[in-house]
């Protein structure tokens, strides 16, 4: 695959313009427009979409502008690495869950990121369906998840922390009042669960279905903060990371029911097995470990 047929992809899926993309990189128009064919016909797909004089990124095309970002930053590590200039610079693609990026990943970023200036860091929600193939090709170099463990072979999980898990509705909801509550009283009641906070969830689901446990009906949400403004409004009831709803609980706009057991999953933190490792992941991994667990 051609290093300059990427680059002249990833200009043109970021711009969304070949006449922009063609100035950028200093080529005629026909010339950016022979290398976007020429890729579509080595992958076999169309990339791009064109409606009139507008151009759209197809489903494949958002796929490939992921792994173009990835090759492309290691074409650039491994010329800095050989060449022994500054190795401090590059992409490091990471998955969490919402609910770690946004109560301990600032706190983590603050400290690595003046040490890593150079350092492009994506980070997006997990996938756990995908998440062990994208850490082998290293679209993904490092991957948090709520679970207490991950089975997969050739995946290395640590944990972090223990995450303490609660269930919460609006102050008003019936299950608010009660002395105590269990999952029985989920019964028909609107589930509200996160579509990408990750392995909790599904644990739970599971619980309920052994248990024989039928809620109204399950409404999943891409956002933890548009679940919290939901049972505000008096709907529905989850469960979440203590964390995430604590000062909503002190300000009693949410309510935690009185559950008869602790819940609570793992902070793991995963990479590949026995693939090397860029001292920039080692470094986020290290203050990840200093900065996410339990003594935090």
């Not at 890729?39 to 992921?66: C, D, P, S, W, Y």
């Not at 995946?155 to 102050?171: D, F, N, T």
């Not at 409404?219 to 008096?234: D, L, V």
């Amino acid at each position: 695959m051609d290093l300059q047929h990427l680059q002249t992809f990833r200009t043109v899926a970021t711009l969304m313009n070949f006449n922009q993309a063609a100035r950028v990189l200093n080529a005629s128009q026909s010339t950016v427009s022979a290398r976007i064919k020429s890729l579509e016909n080595e992958i076999g797909v169309l990339l791009f979409k064109r409606i009139g004089k507008i151009i759209q990124l197809t489903e494949a095309g958002a796929k490939m502008l992921v792994y173009a970002d990835k090759l492309l930053a290691i074409e650039e590590e491994a010329l800095a690495e050989v060449a022994g200039r500054n190795t401090t610079s590059g992409l490091l693609t990471i998955r969490m869950p919402q609910t770690v990026a946004t109560y301990y990943l600032p706190r983590v970023l603050y400290d690595y990121q003046p040490r890593f200036p150079g350092m492009r860091l994506d980070i997006t929600s997990c996938a756990l369906h995908s998440l062990e193939h994208e850490l082998r090709i290293g679209t993904v170099d490092l991957a948090f998840l709520f679970a207490g463990s991950i089975a997969a072979k050739n995946l290395v999980s640590e944990v972090l922390r223990i995450e303490p898990l609660v269930v919460v509705s609006h102050p008003n909801h019936p299950l608010a009042a009660m002395k105590s509550v269990d999952f029985t009283d989920l019964e028909g009641q609107v589930l509200l669960l996160p579509k990408s906070d990750c392995g909790y969830r599904m644990e739970f689901e599971q619980t309920l279905a052994a248990k024989r446990v039928k809620p109204a009906t399950v409404i999943e949400m891409n956002s933890i903060e548009a679940i919290k403004q939901t049972m505000q409004t008096g709907l529905g009831v989850t469960l979440i990371p203590e964390i995430a709803v604590r000062h909503e609980v002190e300000k009693g706009t949410l309510a935690r029911a009185r559950w008869v057991d602790d819940l609570e999953t793992g902070v793991l933190m995963i990479r590949y097995k026995n693939k090397w490792c860029h001292p920039a992941v080692e470094a986020f991994m290290d203050t990840a470990r200093r900065l996410t667990g339990d003594g935090v």
